[in-house]
């Protein structure tokens, strides 16, 4: 089946106005001839002026995370109709580091994507491994609890986008080799398939998180299960237009 690949940047606490009105303006020409979505998930801080800058684009602007709540006493949260405000399109729940330091766990990160989706907005899930998880062969244990308690209640599968991040390959420098990333991805769709439907687990996007850039993107988009990327570093710099080219 035919699913359109879907690369989006994650800025994570990096960027400026300045920088990031620049950044946006050099990739603009660079990705206007792009076969799949483009996103870049940025501070909530900047979500304002970067819509603006990336407006006229093929840029879709996302933030990187969003309450569960729709308003309230939660000092320092950003609400889905706040972001919907602004324009934003995508948001990407539960990445790891906001699961090792934020305290989010597959019962927040349910909350979040539900939220997310009733707000019309499409969510990015993140789900994947520790190293000793992997080494241990719990893998397939660790995505099973991620999916099955993170995506419960969830009615459309195919409003939402997944992104495997195993958490070893994320900001080391090492990625999962196109065979491990391929692999687990293809488990996490046969688990989608059983969780919801196999139709259904086959129209969803996953991605692949750990540390993509333009040298390896070629290869891992090669792979028959994995859809696009969700990019760190490299959505800092001009590298990104290079990976949303990867088929170029």
């Not at 196109?178 to 139709?199: H, M, S, V």
């Not at 390896?216 to 988009?221: F, I």
């Amino acid at each position: 089946m035919s699913r359109k690949p879907f690369i989006a940047g994650n800025w994570k606490m990096n960027m400026t106005v300045a920088s990031g009105k620049k950044l946006i303006e050099d990739l603009k020409p660079l990705v206007k001839d792009a076969n799949c979505d483009v996103a870049l998930c940025v501070p909530a801080i900047l979500i304002p002026e970067m819509v603006k800058a990336a407006q006229g684009s093929s840029i879709h602007i996302g933030a990187e995370n969003v309450h569960f709540a729709d308003k309230g006493a939660y000092t320092g949260e950003i609400s889905a109709d706040m972001l919907k405000d602004y324009g934003v399109k995508y948001v990407i729940i539960g990445h790891s580091e906001r699961r090792q330091y934020f305290a989010e766990t597959d019962e927040t990160v349910n909350k979040r994507t539900l939220t997310a989706l009733n707000a019309d907005l499409t969510p990015i899930v993140c789900v994947g491994e520790t190293l000793s998880e992997r080494e241990n062969n719990e893998t397939e244990k660790v995505l099973d609890r991620q999916l099955e308690v993170g995506l419960k209640g969830i009615e459309d599968l195919t409003k939402l986008v997944i992104a495997y991040e195993p958490v070893w390959a994320i900001g080391t420098g090492k990625t999962a080799t196109d065979e491990q990333a391929q692999e687990t991805i293809a488990y996490i769709r046969k688990k989608l398939g059983q969780l919801f439907c196999p139709n259904c687990a086959e129209k969803v996007i996953i991605q692949y998180g750990g540390s993509m850039n333009a040298a390896n993107c070629k290869g891992l988009m090669a792979q028959p299960d994995i859809d696009g990327g969700l990019i760190g570093g490299a959505s800092l710099k001009l590298d990104f237009a290079t990976i949303v080219n990867f088929d170029k």
